[in-house]
C-alpha cells in the first residue's frame, strides 16, 4: 500500500468520522494484522471491530458480514481495502 493512499485514506477517516486517529494508531493495530488474519473469519470480525471502536463508528452486523464477504470474494489488495473502508464509513 502505497504512502500517499494511507495518508489519504486517514484523512478521509479522520474527516468522515470527525476524530482524530492518529497514524501511530493505526500503525500498532496494523503491526498486529497477518495475512491470515483475511482467511479466519473470527479474526477478522474483530479486526472489524477494533478499526470500529478506534475511529468511534459503529458497524452493524450485517455491515460487518458484507466486509467479511467481500474479503473472502476479493482478497485484501490495496483497492478492495480502500473499498471496505468506504463500506464500512457509509454505513
Do not use: C, H, W, Y
Not at 479474526?43 to 470500529?52: E, T
Not at 450485517?62 to 467481500?70: K, L, M, S
Amino acid at each position: 500500500m502505497s504512502r500517499d493512499f494511507s495518508k489519504d485514506a486517514l484523512k478521509a477517516i479522520n474527516k468522515k468520522t470527525g476524530k482524530n486517529i492518529s497514524e501511530s494508531a493505526i500503525k500498532k493495530l496494523a503491526g498486529t494484522v497477518k495475512p491470515s488474519t483475511t482467511q479466519n473469519e473470527a479474526q477478522l470480525r474483530q479486526l472489524i471491530k477494533q478499526v470500529s471502536a478506534m475511529a468511534k463508528v459503529p458497524v452493524s452486523e450485517a455491515t460487518v458480514q458484507e466486509i467479511v464477504n467481500a474479503v473472502k470474494k476479493g482478497g485484501a489488495g490495496a483497492g478492495s481495502m480502500e473499498s471496505l473502508m468506504k463500506m464500512m464509513l457509509k454505513k
